[in-house]
């Protein structure tokens, strides 16, 4: 049964998976900040598997951080939504220009069948624009063009164990 989309669950960075675009290969750190610049593209991006971007992801400040926090919990009962920041110290000890744009994120790591499913919520809005110091988040509206309006960036993968 699917859920109502207005419930909280299935709004913002929680929206359900098929709202996302799937994102290819071309699309990389200085696509996404155009089309949250300018307020084009779509509002929610898909990364998926071997994609340059995952695997920028995967080196980086935030996803060693979600790795000690599940690591510390046993390593087989599922982080969910881990508020990773990024701070002063992810944006020095930072590898790659992905890493600088995602800064903080929401990661998940749910062990399944065979090894782990990995999961990055990251949202980009003038809030994170402006260090957390504006509030004002406009909403992207169909068919108009919304500079830095609210954009959502999810990145998936499996890990074999």
């Known amino acids: 049964e699917r859920l109502p989309i207005n419930r909280k669950e299935n709004t913002g ?6 709202t996302y ?14 089309e949250f610049k300018t307020g ?7 990364f998926r598997n071997d994609h340059p971007m995952i695997e920028d992801i995967k080196k980086s400040w935030i996803m ?4 000690m926090k599940f690591l510390s919990q046993g ?5 969910r939504r881990f508020d990773v920041p990024f701070g002063l110290v992810g944006a020095f000890l ?25 999961q990055v919520d990251d949202t980009k809005n003038r809030h994170s624009l402006f260090l957390h110091l ?12 919304t500079p ?6 999810r990145y998936i993968w499996f890990q074999s164990k």
Do not use: C
């Open 134 to 145: 504006d509030t004002n988040n406009p909403t992207r509206l169909p068919n108009q063009t």
């Open 94 to 118: 930072s590898h790659s220009m992905t890493s600088q744009f995602i800064g903080g994120a929401r990661i998940s790591i749910i062990p399944v069948s065979g090894g782990y499913y990995f």
């Open 13 to 18: 960075e929680q929206a359900l998976m098929s």
């Open 75 to 79: 390593g087989d009962k599922p982080l």
């Open 148 to 153: 830095l309006g609210t954009t959502y960036q």
């Open 64 to 67: 060693t951080l979600a790795m």
């Open 40 to 46: 084009t593209g779509p509002e929610r991006s898909l």
């Open 21 to 34: 675009t799937i994102r290819d290969n071309n699309v990389d750190y200085s696509t996404l900040w155009e």
